[in-house]
């Protein structure tokens, strides 16, 4: 079985000896380079696999034919011409002052004129751009191709910072508008980032570049298909199934909840929908459904700009916006929370109305929404001691379901209302696991039977709750859930009570407005009703 190449972005260390899984998406890179437009611009959020697509697409232009024998364009009529490649990482290149980028940026130059055995003498970024793409390409006798990755880097770390930002940004523009005076020099350039700030004219000076952010031709390019999972995880995927303890499961439950956490993200009109492949490669190898993306750093500005602008918050479910909300960040100044959210992989595409030209949008999976409102809860809640899981475990051990429920909407009180406004069912779950999980419970979400999918499982000592949840409906409409497709068969005879709870959530209150409640044998008899 071949390993997982979590955190590699070098295609020759996956590829050289046959060690590691590679998704192809070479087909993708051949498309681009016979498309016809020359330079491509391309937004994706952070560890999708951008450094990795554009390691590959240097080592396609480099003609290392023999590296990618095997996938779909080396089976293909690909010329493999050779071209020089300048390829510039801004990840990598100090930011936090325009005077550090600026002398980073023409160091990084030097370095690749040095390699090259070509010469820069001059302070100035543009020209040394300049000069290093025409000697390079007279030395070579050929055109050059320029990859650029995290190009928006020196802007979003120093959002905190406007007047650097700014500053960096006019760097920035003048970087990118040397590569317009380039056309005749260069053979393709590909530059990709978290964010696109277009109506900030930093890519004013190149008119030809081609944004293919939302084109349905390449929404399957990063992450991972539907298709992809099963053809190249399958034996990761049967390798969990033999390692579990549970024989009942099969391997369509274990697709399943990769399904659940990690898919659901869409970045076209069309209907290709993919995985986070971070987070698919970490479940994989730990075998335990976690929010390993957003463990890896919600990106700071996105909190900041959150709580700088509050009163602007939008609904976590159900907003609308047209690709140029999506797509144009108009102001540093005042960033919109609907493209920054989009852009940062925090929201994604539902839908698409042909005739509005609106996207629906809202959280992706259990992995962003359990996550992201576990945020909301620490940023923007005034919740007081909110960790005092002693108290709450003794309430529930003696059956005062309504010392939990009291506590709930206290927390559900302290959120500002346009957090729920147009809020859907799963929104209401998903900020009641992120409490649940701040006062210390580990509670399972959507647990699945081989009647339906349990909403919250508490497992506390000497008694297993479990919660059906309902929005502006009945509790005892969830609680006959329960009680008709069986929830509670998987947990009788452990030695445990279990307590079955229908909850409702009340759009209007914005609250838990009721719940009932019933006591059962471990048997799963039913004992007496809970108040």
Request: with cysteine.
């Amino acid at each position: 079985m071949k390993k997982l190449p979590i955190g590699i972005q070098s295609i020759k260390k996956i590829l050289s000896n046959n060690e590691y899984v590679y998704v192809d998406k070479t087909e993708f890179i051949k498309k681009l380079i016979e498309g016809g437009a020359p330079h491509y611009f391309l937004s994706r959020p952070r560890r999708f696999g951008k450094s990795l697509f554009l390691n590959t697409m240097e080592e396609i232009f480099k003609g290392n034919k023999e590296l990618f024998k095997g996938l779909k364009i080396y089976e293909s009529d690909y010329s493999w011409e050779e071209y020089p490649v300048v390829y510039i990482d801004f990840s990598k290149i100090a930011n936090r002052s325009a005077e550090k980028l600026e002398l980073a940026i023409k160091t990084r130059l030097e370095i690749i004129a040095r390699e090259n055995n070509v010469s820069i003498i001059t302070n100035d970024v543009e020209v040394a751009l300049d000069t290093l793409i025409v000697q390079l390409s007279e030395k070579k006798n050929s055109r050059i191709v320029v990859l650029i990755d995290e190009y928006d880097k020196p802007i979003i770390d120093n959002l905190d910072e406007l007047s650097v930002a700014e500053a960096n940004r006019d760097i920035l523009r003048g970087f990118f508008g040397a590569l317009k005076g380039l056309d005749e020099q260069l053979k393709f350039t590909f530059t990709a980032g978290v964010s696109k700030f277009s109506q900030v004219s930093l890519f004013s000076g190149l008119n030809n570049l081609r944004d293919i952010t939302m084109t349905p031709e390449f929404s399957g390019m990063l992450g991972y298909t539907e298709e992809e999972i099963t053809k190249y995880f399958c034996e990761h995927v049967k390798d969990i199934l033999k390692s579990n303890p549970k024989k009942y499961l099969k391997e369509e439950n274990i697709l399943e909840k990769i399904r659940y956490w990690y898919n659901g993200y869409r970045f076209s009109e069309g209907e290709v929908c993919v995985y986070n492949p971070f987070s698919t490669l970490n479940f994989l190898i730990d075998r335990k459904a976690k929010a390993y993306w957003y463990r890896t750093g919600t990106p700071s500005f996105l909190i900041d700009q959150l709580k700088k602008h509050a009163s602007a918050m939008i609904p976590l479910d159900g907003t609308t916006a047209t690709e140029e909300e999506l797509m144009d960040i108009n102001s540093l100044e005042e960033i919109e929370i609907k493209s920054l959210m989009y852009q940062t992989g925090y929201f994604t595409i539902k839908g698409y109305n042909s005739v509005s030209k609106r996207y629906n949008l809202g959280l992706p999976n259990e992995e962003v929404r359990s996550a992201f409102i576990n945020s909301l809860v620490r940023n923007f809640a005034s919740i007081i001691n909110m960790k005092t899981s002693e108290r709450f475990v003794k309430a529930l051990q003696n059956y005062k379901i309504e010392t939990l429920f009291q506590h709930l909407a206290q927390g559900f009180a302290s959120f500002a209302y346009q957090v729920f406004s147009d809020a859907k069912e799963v929104t209401y779950q998903g900020m009641l696991l992120s409490m649940l999980y701040g006062m210390g419970f580990d509670p399972i979400s959507e647990r699945a039977t081989n009647l339906g999918r349990i909403d919250v499982v508490l497992d506390i000592p000497k008694i297993t709750y479990i919660l059906e949840l309902k929005l502006d409906n009945n509790p005892e409409v969830a609680l006959e859930q329960i009680r008709q497709k069986e929830y509670f068969k998987p947990y009788t005879h452990k030695g445990k009570e279990i307590a079955i709870i229908g909850a409702s959530f009340s759009s209007e209150k914005r609250n838990i407005s009721t719940w009932k409640g019933e006591l059962l044998s471990e048997e799963g008899k039913f004992v007496r009703a809970l108040v």
